[in-house]
């Protein structure tokens, strides 16, 4: 628009000028901006487009995507969009009613201006009127304008208008799909449920049916059971139990025999041995049963003192092809330990370069009960011994207070109340073994060395416990893949 002088602005009379009605309200923003071009032609403004997509592109988009989830949309889900949809509508209604009372505004405006600007234009002459007359035809043009996008907001209200009633169809539909399928849903449930308590009550009743028939077959056996009993007893009941009373009294007897029969052959291999070594100067006196003990007596007043020899035990093969020197078994006391049962203990004793070889009349019997307490204690996870210290790394040891041995699985330990000496996994370089030295109660004692430079020597209670606890030893070593064994000897 053509820029007004100021000179000749201030000789236009203000008050012939009409105002704009103060009723007229728009929207800021509202309508385009417009400028003159060639030939007197309105050109627009390009402005930014804040409104996002068109209507058309928004109804294309959101029927291609609805066409595209239609398969994997649950009809549930379908519904919720129609709803979605049907406010979107809704919102885009309100938004062409906005637009066409915007519109209205316009066009008052703009007939105001024309009307000002014809009140103008009969006041002025010369090149100002010119510039009055150019403005009318502006606001002429601009009224078209308005028209035209005015024809475009009917068209786009009526699209809207039957996008809403479409989607408000179909979001009635998707509804009563939703209805159907609950209502499918709801009986094929009642089924189900229908057929699990007859499943139920079908699983109570054979319940009740198997309860009653084993309380049956119990009676049963009952019946015969106490029938057989007086059968027994109606057929001679007094002889039957004569014999089993004899049969008892033979198994006594037979057992009895047996041990007397062990006990006859070994004084008979014990005179022939003591007659084939009349002329011996030695001879090995003790019991040769696991847990006693065993000592090399002088038969004749002209025998060296043992004191002045030296002495060494062997553990002999059964086949007595080979000698299995006894590692620090050099005294002439020997406790046999539990590889020594089943085997002839031999000892050798010289003196002045004069060896005499003296051995047991018969191999190593096992102690008595022995196998069965073993066997009771294999059945605990761990075994605790009380024993007392008699010895820490070959030193005396002055506390005689008792000490717990625990033998496990895995390790052993020991300790006195809270105070842990030793606890020691098996490995390799751990031995275990009877007592070789002559030591006090040496049928009692046991040599255990937990580790490289720490060794003890262990005094039980009973010789039963103290060869238990070498066997289990032994046994829960051998199943961590250790032998354990004393030193020098071959396993």
């Given at each position: 628009?053509?820029?007004?002088?100021?000179?000749?602005?201030?000789?236009?009379?203000?008050?012939?000028?009409?105002?704009?009605?103060?009723?007229?309200?728009?929207?800021?923003?509202g309508?385009?901006?417009?400028?003159?071009g060639?030939?007197?032609?309105?050109?627009?403004?390009?402005?930014?487009?804040?409104?996002?997509p068109?209507?058309?592109?928004v109804?294309?988009?959101?029927?291609?995507?609805?066409?595209?989830?239609?398969?994997?949309?649950?009809?549930?889900?379908?519904?919720?969009?129609?709803?979605?949809?049907l406010?979107?509508?809704?919102?885009l209604s309100?938004?062409a009613?906005?637009?066409?009372?915007?519109?209205?505004?316009?066009?008052?405006?703009?007939?105001?201006?024309?009307?000002?600007?014809?009140?103008?234009?009969?006041?002025?002459?010369?090149?100002?009127?010119?510039?009055?007359?150019?403005?009318?035809?502006?606001?002429?043009?601009?009224?078209?304008k308005?028209?035209?996008?005015e024809?475009?907001?009917?068209?786009?209200?009526?699209?809207?208008k039957?996008?809403?009633?479409?989607l408000k169809?179909?979001s009635?539909?998707?509804?009563?799909?939703?209805n159907q399928?609950?209502?499918?849903a709801?009986?094929?449930?009642e089924?189900?449920?229908a057929?699990?308590q007859?499943i139920?009550?079908a699983?109570?009743?054979?319940?009740t049916t198997?309860?009653?028939?084993?309380?049956?077959?119990?009676?049963?056996?009952?019946?015969?059971?106490?029938?057989?009993?007086?059968?027994?007893?109606?057929?001679?009941?007094?002889?039957?139990?004569?014999?089993?009373?004899?049969?008892?009294?033979?198994?006594?007897?037979?057992?009895e025999?047996?041990?007397?029969?062990?006990?006859?052959?070994?004084e008979?291999?014990?005179?022939?041995?003591?007659?084939?070594?009349?002329?011996c100067l030695?001879l090995?006196?003790?019991?040769?049963?696991?847990?006693?003990?065993l000592?090399?007596?002088?038969?004749?007043?002209?025998?060296?003192?043992?004191?002045?020899?030296?002495?060494?035990w062997?553990?002999?093969?059964?086949d007595?092809?080979?000698n299995?020197?006894i590692?620090?078994?050099?005294?002439?006391?020997?406790?046999?330990?539990?590889?020594?049962?089943?085997?002839?203990?031999?000892?050798?004793?010289?003196?002045?370069?004069q060896?005499?070889?003296?051995?047991?009349?018969?191999?190593?019997?096992?102690?008595?009960?022995?196998?069965?307490?073993?066997?009771t204690l294999?059945?605990?996870?761990n075994?605790?011994?009380?024993?007392v210290?008699?010895?820490?790394?070959?030193q005396?040891?002055?506390?005689?207070?008792?000490?717990?041995?625990?033998v496990?699985?895995?390790?052993m330990?020991?300790?006195?109340?809270?105070?842990?000496?030793?606890?020691?996994?098996?490995?390799?370089?751990?031995?275990?073994?009877?007592?070789?030295?002559?030591?006090t109660?040496a049928?009692?004692?046991?040599?255990w060395?937990?580790?490289?430079?720490?060794?003890?020597?262990?005094?039980?209670?009973?010789?039963r416990?103290?060869?238990?606890?070498i066997?289990?030893?032994?046994?829960?070593a051998?199943?961590?893949?250790?032998?354990?064994?004393?030193?020098?000897?071959?396993?």
């Open positions: 628009m053509t820029k007004i002088s100021p000179e000749f602005e201030d000789q236009i009379p203000t008050e012939g000028v009409l105002s704009v009605s103060a009723d007229v309200s728009f929207i800021s923003n309508f385009p901006k417009y400028k003159l060639p030939n007197n032609q309105i050109l627009e403004e390009p402005k930014e487009n804040n409104d996002g068109t209507l058309k592109e109804v294309e988009r959101e029927t291609t995507h609805l066409s595209e989830q239609h398969k994997r949309l649950s009809v549930r889900d379908l519904a919720s969009k129609f709803d979605k949809n406010a979107s509508a809704a919102k309100e938004e009613k906005l637009r066409e009372v915007a519109s209205l505004e316009g066009h008052v405006l703009l007939k105001k201006l024309r009307d000002a600007l014809e009140h103008l234009r009969g006041r002025l002459a010369g090149r100002n009127k010119e510039d009055v007359e150019k403005a009318i035809s502006m606001v002429e043009a601009l009224a078209v308005l028209t035209q996008k024809g475009e907001l009917i068209q786009e209200k009526f699209e809207v039957k996008l809403a009633s479409f169809q179909a009635e539909d998707a509804k009563k799909l939703v399928e609950k209502s499918f709801c009986a094929e449930i089924s189900a449920r057929v699990v007859r139920g009550e699983l109570d009743e054979q319940d198997s309860e009653a028939s084993k309380k049956q077959d119990v009676e049963e056996l009952v019946e015969v059971v106490q029938e057989a009993r007086r059968i027994k007893l109606m057929h001679q009941p007094s002889k039957v139990m004569d014999m089993e009373h004899e049969l008892r009294a033979l198994r006594t007897q037979i057992r025999k047996c041990i007397f029969s062990v006990k006859l052959q070994k008979l291999a014990m005179s022939k041995w003591a007659e084939e070594n009349k002329s030695y090995i006196d003790g019991s040769e049963t696991l847990g006693a003990y000592r090399i007596q002088p038969r004749s007043e002209n025998a060296p003192q043992l004191s002045k020899c030296a002495i060494q062997y553990r002999v093969s059964s007595g092809s080979r299995e020197a590692s620090g078994a050099n005294k002439s006391i020997y406790a046999p330990e539990p590889f020594d049962v089943g085997r002839i203990l031999q000892a050798d004793i010289i003196s002045n370069d060896r005499v070889t003296v051995t047991t009349a018969c191999p190593i019997d096992p102690a008595a009960g022995l196998g069965s307490y073993v066997d294999l059945r605990k996870s075994t605790e011994f009380n024993v210290i008699s010895k820490v790394n070959g005396d040891h002055p506390s005689h207070s008792v000490h717990a041995f625990h496990g699985k895995m390790r330990k020991l300790s006195r109340g809270w105070i842990t000496k030793s606890r020691e996994i098996y490995s390799s370089s751990m031995q275990l073994c009877g007592v070789r030295g002559d030591i109660n049928a009692k004692a046991m040599f060395q937990a580790r490289k430079g720490l060794s003890f020597v262990l005094t039980f209670e009973t010789e416990e103290r060869n238990a606890a066997i289990l030893a032994r046994k829960y051998l199943d961590c893949n250790v032998m354990l064994a004393g030193p020098d000897d071959r396993v």
